[in-house]
Nanobody, 127 residues
Framework: QLQLVESGGGLVQPGGSLRLSCTVS????????IGWFRQAPGKEREGVAC????????HHLRSVQGRFTASRDNTENMVHLQMNSLQPEDTAVYYC????????????????????WGQGTQVTVSS
């Protein structure tokens, strides 16, 4: 079974950058997708990006496109979310999650498609 551990969160000023990392262990023979989600207090959990283990192709929420970039290491045991030009509204607990890839492309629209979740890492953007 896949296991995920996030790291890299912290406090950053508006306009700053952070790189989140998700360590993936327990690979299976099936293709899977890694999603990045965030949840702020009082708000619904929101998918921001995903990446496929099949081809490494990533997709991003349009509102973060150009600022956030999901990628994977050559070893394929770590996934990253590079976050640039961070704004206060980006403040949230960020989670990586894994689920089976049942289509050609990964998706982050529905958190229920993901079965295994990391514990989350806090990202706070504040002056």
């Amino acid at each position: 079974q896949l296991q995920l551990v996030e790291s890299g969160g912290g406090l950053v000023q508006p306009g700053g950058s952070l790189r989140l990392s998700c360590t993936v262990s327990g690979y299976t023979l099936e293709y899977f997708q890694i999603g990045w989600f965030r949840q702020a207090p009082g708000k619904e959990r929101e998918g921001v990006a995903c990446i496929s283990s099949r081809d490494g192709v990533a997709h991003h929420l349009r509102s973060v496109q150009g600022r956030f970039t999901a990628s994977r290491d050559n070893t394929e045991n770590m996934v990253h979310l590079q976050m640039n030009s961070l704004q206060p509204e980006d403040t949230a607990v960020y989670y990586c999650a894994a689920g089976l890839l049942v289509s050609n492309s990964c998706t982050f629209r529905n958190p229920n498609e993901y079965d295994i979740w990391g514990q989350g890492t806090q990202v706070t953007v504040s002056s």
